[in-house]
């Protein structure tokens, strides 16, 4: 049985609202975990912060699942000497979420237990076993046998942090990947949040794990994700919630990337974005939105749209892809789509593109399907 300290990772029992875990020795901490369905974090956010400098909390994550992506799932960690005191802590924070314009739903019992264990095995038993493959964790049970493979994320390397999280998710979907998204939030003594962030990759077969690392970087057109080699004993880490890295990121700097505000494109950008995407579903093409401004389509196709000429975009767009990937370039602007055309860099390369926004109308969808 797999020990974290002094408390056994697989022996937890489970009373109503809450996991807990009893350490082998009496004198240390109970911790137990309670997970929620939420709707939108921004009106839970505030509350969490509260309870986290009261120490109310001990820390809190969220857990989005690749394949899942609608699904929101928040995981509160909460510590203490005694069992009666963390039920006292509990019922107040559920309390408050009770209470705020889109509630919160508490798992409770075998719909929490099976949450819970979610990213890992539906079925943990006595003779699970952990061991590493490369810089892969593995985990077997008798009728289950699985590899995690552990990502960072640099958040500072993020452009559009408001539409980072559905972008990513529908890029690693797209690559037919498993896996879940983790953000873990604790507080510093300095009253300071604190953010790590994951992605771990999970499959039956280990696969080729360096694909993902090079693709999804290449997209972001820098080093996104990072693989790190996690040691047999810190899978705890992963399994209750917490980072996998000393690396992390202050809330205070990256709010947006979790609360999505009002863009400022202009309708007109907008407007072809919507024609663009509703022609691509019409001819069922795949394809994945990484920011206004970029479609990534069919693995094959970048489609840049513009509302004025951006060279210094352009040239980071082909700097990471080209050739890699044909290019197309839309120009909104006429006297910018002119400008584009005479561009010695540009007009010369092969497998660019360059469409005339009267020409959107025209363009045939039926060219992304072909490879």
């Given at each position: 049985m797999f020990k974290k300290g002094k408390y056994r990772l697989f022996s937890y029992f489970i009373e109503n609202y809450l996991i807990y875990y009893k350490s082998i020795k009496k004198n240390n901490k109970i911790i137990a975990f309670a997970i929620c369905e939420y709707l939108e974090f921004k009106s839970i956010e505030p509350i969490l912060k509260d309870f986290l400098r009261k120490r109310a909390i001990h820390y809190f994550s969220i857990q989005i699942d690749i394949n899942e992506k609608s699904e929101k799932i928040l995981l509160l960690n909460f510590e203490d000497y005694k069992k009666e005191n963390i039920i006292k802590s509990f019922n107040i924070v559920k309390q408050f979420l009770a209470e705020i314009e889109k509630p919160v739903k508490f798992l409770k019992e075998k719909f929490l237990e099976k949450k819970f264990l979610a990213i890992f095995l539906q079925d943990i038993k006595s003779n699970t076993s952990i061991s590493k493959v490369s810089e892969a964790i593995t985990i077997s049970t008798e009728k289950e046998l699985k590899f995690f493979?552990?990502?960072?994320?640099?958040?500072?390397?993020?452009?559009?942090?408001?539409?980072?999280?559905?972008?990513?998710?529908?890029?690693?979907?797209?690559?037919?990947?498993?896996?879940?998204?983790?953000?873990?939030?604790?507080?510093?003594?300095s009253e300071e949040i604190k953010i790590f962030a994951y992605f771990v990759d999970i499959c039956e077969r280990n696969k080729n794990n360096s694909n993902i690392e090079n693709n999804v970087n290449s997209i972001f057109h820098s080093n996104l994700i990072s693989r790190q080699n996690i040691k047999i004993q810190e899978i705890y880490n992963y399994f209750w919630r917490l980072g996998v890295t000393d690396t992390f990121f202050f809330l205070n700097d990256f709010c947006n990337l979790f609360f999505l505000k009002k863009n400022s494109y202009s309708l007109d950008l907008l407007n072809i974005n919507d024609q663009i995407e509703e022609n691509l579903v019409k001819n069922q093409t795949e394809y994945v939105r990484l920011s206004p401004n970029l479609l990534f389509i069919e693995h094959n196709y970048l489609f840049i749209i513009l509302e004025n000429l951006d060279s210094?975009?352009?040239?980071?767009?082909?700097?990471?892809?080209?050739?890699?990937?044909?290019i197309y370039i839309l120009i909104l602007n006429n006297l910018a789509y002119k400008k584009l055309l005479e561009m010695d860099s540009i007009k010369l390369l092969e497998n660019i593109i360059i469409i005339h926004p009267k020409e959107i109308q025209k363009l045939n969808y039926q060219e992304f399907k072909r490879s």
């Open positions: 493979n552990f990502y960072s994320i640099n958040l500072d390397l993020i452009e559009q942090r408001k539409s980072f999280i559905s972008n990513f998710l529908n890029l690693i979907s797209n690559f037919s990947r498993r896996g879940f998204l983790i953000f873990n939030f604790q507080i510093d003594d210094e975009y352009i040239h980071r767009i082909l700097k990471a892809h080209y050739p890699k990937f044909f």
